[in-house]
């Protein structure tokens, strides 16, 4: 099983920046299209980016152009870089691996806390 662990989260006031990491300890995780993900109170889990082995990345429409995905593979980690933070963007954001299907899904992280405000 592959073990996600995440950090990087906090608080920030609006216009702020933060970057994510995403940690796959002891599993070699190079191959794997990896995402980030976030679930606000009361809003279902998204995911925002996505980066493939390769690293082609990809973004949902309201992070685009302020988001960046990257990875480092011999580190077998995944960062989110977060600019221009809103108050929207406040969740619990998780690291996983969008293309697995559900028999081989990796159990979810903690997630890192990532709160916008004033």
């Known amino acids: 099983q592959v073990k996600l662990v995440e950090s990087g989260g906090g608080t920030v006031q609006p216009g702020g920046s933060l970057r994510l990491s995403c940690t796959t300890p002891?599993?070699?995780?190079?191959?794997?299209?990896m995402g980030w993900y976030r679930q606000a109170p009361g809003k279902q889990r998204e995911l925002v980016a996505r980066?493939?082995?390769?690293?082609?990345?990809d973004y949902v429409d309201s992070v685009k152009d302020r988001f960046m995905i990257s990875r480092d593979n011999a580190k077998n980690t995944v960062y989110l870089q977060m600019n221009g933070l809103k108050p929207e963007d406040t969740a619990v954001y998780y690291c996983?691996?969008?293309?697995?299907?559900?028999?081989?899904?990796?159990?979810w992280g903690q997630g890192t806390q990532v709160t916008v405000s004033s």
């Open positions: 980066i493939t082995g390769g690293g082609t990345a």
């Open positions: 002891g599993s070699d995780v190079s191959i794997y299209t």
């Open positions: 996983n691996g969008p293309d697995l299907i559900p028999q081989h899904q990796w159990p």
